[in-house]
């Protein structure tokens, strides 16, 4: 793999890398607070930081992206979860945009299960690493 490729200049993802990892943290995030209430976890100062990240702030920040990046997005989840290999990129964008139609991609993404490992794993498909971003 070049260079350029590593650094994510060869490939046109449609979204920054940098995007795409504050989705996986505040996806990760929301994903840690609620095994934390589901395991009953009782820690004060986690429950602190916990608060601070949730799902709506999820979903407020893909909102804010423009209809280009959140299909971007989805079809990284895609790819993720194998519905997709990298070479039918074109073709995961196609149905990406067909099924964000509706505006909801916010809510989409937002229920999806593991959708922080599911985004890593989609860059990872293309020989990125969300871990090698800075935040």
Do not use: H
Not at 14 to 25: F, K, M
Not at 38 to 50: I, Y
Request: net charge negative.
């Amino acid at each position: 793999m070049s260079q350029s490729e590593e650094e994510g200049e060869e490939f046109d993802l449609g979204i920054s890398l940098e995007i795409v990892a504050t989705v996986v943290d505040l996806a990760n995030a929301v994903q840690d607070a609620e095994e934390g209430l589901l395991s009953g976890e009782d820690d004060d100062e986690e429950d602190e930081d916990e608060d601070e990240i949730s799902e709506e702030m999820l979903t407020d920040f893909i909102d804010e992206l423009n209809e280009e990046q959140q299909v971007a997005l989805i079809a990284l989840a895609w790819i993720g979860r194998g519905d997709y290999e990298p070479e039918e990129w074109e073709e995961a964008l196609k149905m990406a945009a067909e099924r964000n139609a509706r505006g909801d991609a916010s809510t989409y993404l937002a229920g999806m299960e593991g959708l922080g490992d599911l985004l890593s794993e989609g860059v990872g498909a293309f020989g990125l690493a969300i871990e090698e971003v800075e935040r």
